[in-house]
């Protein structure tokens, strides 16, 4: 028995919106152990701004992802980098940015 696999197109991708979602997600958990655990002021009111940039990001992301799937899948790259360099910068490790 053979089977004709010509018509059959496999998507294995991720949604953008997956890795949009997950950043939020992951920013708001860093958000919430820098406010509950005793850090000082200043490293609070960074984690604060990253966490809404990231949101921001997310926001449109998802927006441009609803307008055009192109441009949105850019935008989520775009995003990634921005999210990797926030992580490495809260690191303070330039060995943070290697992976």
Not at 3 to 31: C, F, H, N, W
Request: proline share 3%; aromatic share 14%.
């Amino acid at each position: 028995m053979t089977t004709d696999l010509r018509g059959v197109t496999s998507e294995m991708r991720m949604s953008p919106k997956v890795v949009l979602g997950g950043l939020v997600v992951l920013q708001a958990v860093i958000y919430l152990v820098v406010e509950l655990l005793p850090y000082s002021r200043s490293v609070v009111n960074m984690a604060v701004t990253r966490f809404f940039v990231l949101f921001l990001a997310g926001g449109v992301g998802w927006y441009v992802l609803n307008w055009r799937d192109a441009v949105g899948r850019w935008f989520t790259v775009f995003a990634m980098v921005v999210g990797m360099a926030f992580a490495g910068l809260s690191l303070a490790s330039p060995a943070a940015l290697s992976w």
